[in-house]
Every structure is written in structure tokens, then in C-alpha cells.
T-cell receptor, first 110, second 113 residues
Framework: AQRVTQPEKLLSVFKGAPVELKCNYS??????LFWYVQYSRQRLQLLLR??SRESIKGFTADLNKGETSFHLKKPFAQEEDSAMYYC????????????FGTGTRLLVSP | DAGVTQSPTHLIKTRGQQVTLRCSPK?????VSWYQQALGQGPQFIFQ???????QRGNFPDRFSGHQFPNYSSELNVNALLLGDSALYLC????????????FGDGTRLSIL
């Protein structure tokens, strides 16, 4: 079975500091990996997906199949980045059936 | 477009009762997925509906059932409620094209007493 692990429940950084939210997965095939974000009082929304290989709001994530990781990074955190972040995985054959991690709360202080 | 809408927002039930939650997908979307999110956990996939049929199912008992209507809206039914069914139930809609992202609703908070 697929599994997504986010080891940190809370990550607290100062504005301007680099951020790395960790995500590890277990799946023997070729997964699709996603990062979802939930800002305060807002809905869960897609931040980025590995196949797009794009940067959204300054965030990037690289799929490392050797380490089975998909860490989310941003070089300079902003206060508006404070939110709950979820890493999620989907098997190619399971159309949009997402397996989520338990989430990491990012708190960016001024 | 209001996006994905779910009703009701909150619901309180007692053990053994039955509940129906409703979801209207975002305009243009034809696929609806349901997730259960317990406190402090990530969402867990319950099932997915497409063309009025259950296309995929997660690891949930048969007490959890659903339906999709011709207008693509969907219902989630849970029978014989248990205390452990207390959770936030999220609906997500998408278009059948896998390159299109899922859009989530605000959820229904279900509390079992």
C-alpha cells in the first residue's frame, strides 16, 4: 500500500529564512506527487505537482525516486506562507485517488 | 462560480443513526471524490464517482455508500454511525482529464455523540 510521511507537525521559521517541508513516500511504482496547501479559513488547494515542474509562489519540489522524497522548498519565507501543507501521492492507474500525509503546519514569524 | 459546495456545514448525530452529506461540483466538473479527515490527520480517500457509478473505493466499510446524480452532484451516506465517524468530510471535484486538478469544498463537520 502507498504511504506518505510528513515527519514534522510544525515548522516555525522567521521571515526571509529558507523553508524545507519534508515528504517521504512508499510506493514501488511510478507515483504522481502533489503538494496541497490550506491557508487559514480557506479550502484545501493544489500548490504544485511534480509532473508540472513549475514554481508556484516561489515554492519548488523535486521528486527524488532514489530517496523516495518530494520535499517542498522556498528560499525566502514570507509571512503569507503560513499555512497547513499536505503532501499527497497518487498511482498513475488510480485516477486522482490521493493518499495524503498528516500535514505540516508552517508558521512564518516577522 | 462558487466552486465546490457542500451541505450542511455542520451536523450532529448520535450513534446508530444514518447521515447524508451533499456535494455540488464545480461547474464543468464531472468527477466527484469524497474524503474523510479526522482531527490531526490528512484526508483519507473514501470513494470516487464518475458517470453515476463508483469508480474507485478506499478502505472504508460498506456502511459508507454514495451516489452521483445526472447533474454530477453527489451524496455520501453513512449508516450505523460510530463515534469514530466524527470527522470533516471533504468533497473534491475534477474533470475526467487527469491533467486537471481536483478542487475541494469547505467540508461538512460531522460530530457523533
Amino acid at each position: 500500500a502507498q504511504r506518505v510521511t510528513q515527519p514534522e507537525k510544525l515548522l516555525s521559521v522567521f521571515k526571509g529564512a529558507p523553508v524545507e517541508l519534508k515528504c517521504n513516500y512508499s510506493y514501488s511504482g511510478s507515483p504522481e506527487l502533489f503538494w496541497y496547501v490550506q491557508y487559514s479559513r480557506q479550502r484545501l488547494q493544489l500548490l504544485l505537482r511534480h509532473i508540472s515542474r513549475e514554481s508556484i509562489k516561489g515554492f519548488t519540489a523535486d521528486l527524488n525516486k532514489g530517496e523516495t522524497s518530494f520535499h517542498l522548498k522556498k528560499p525566502f519565507a514570507q509571512e503569507e506562507d503560513s499555512a497547513m501543507y499536505y503532501c499527497a501521492l497518487s498511482r498513475f492507474q488510480d485516477f486522482q485517488k490521493l493518499v495524503f500525509g498528516t500535514g505540516t503546519r508552517l508558521l512564518v514569524s516577522p | 462560480d462558487a466552486g465546490v459546495t457542500q451541505s450542511p456545514t455542520h451536523l450532529i448525530k448520535t450513534r446508530g443513526q444514518q447521515v447524508t452529506l451533499r456535494c455540488s461540483p464545480k461547474s464543468g466538473h464531472d468527477t466527484v471524490s469524497w474524503y474523510q479527515q479526522a482531527l490531526g490527520q490528512g484526508p483519507q480517500f473514501i470513494f470516487q464517482y464518475y458517470e453515476e457509478e463508483e469508480r474507485q473505493r478506499g478502505n472504508f466499510p460498506d456502511r459508507f455508500s454514495g451516489h452521483q446524480f445526472p447533474n454530477y452532484s453527489s451524496e455520501l451516506n453513512v449508516n450505523a454511525l460510530l463515534l469514530g465517524d466524527s470527522a470533516l468530510y471533504l468533497c473534491a471535484s475534477s474533470f475526467r482529464d487527469r491533467d486537471q486538478p481536483q478542487h475541494f469544498g469547505d467540508g461538512t463537520r460531522l460530530s457523533i455523540l
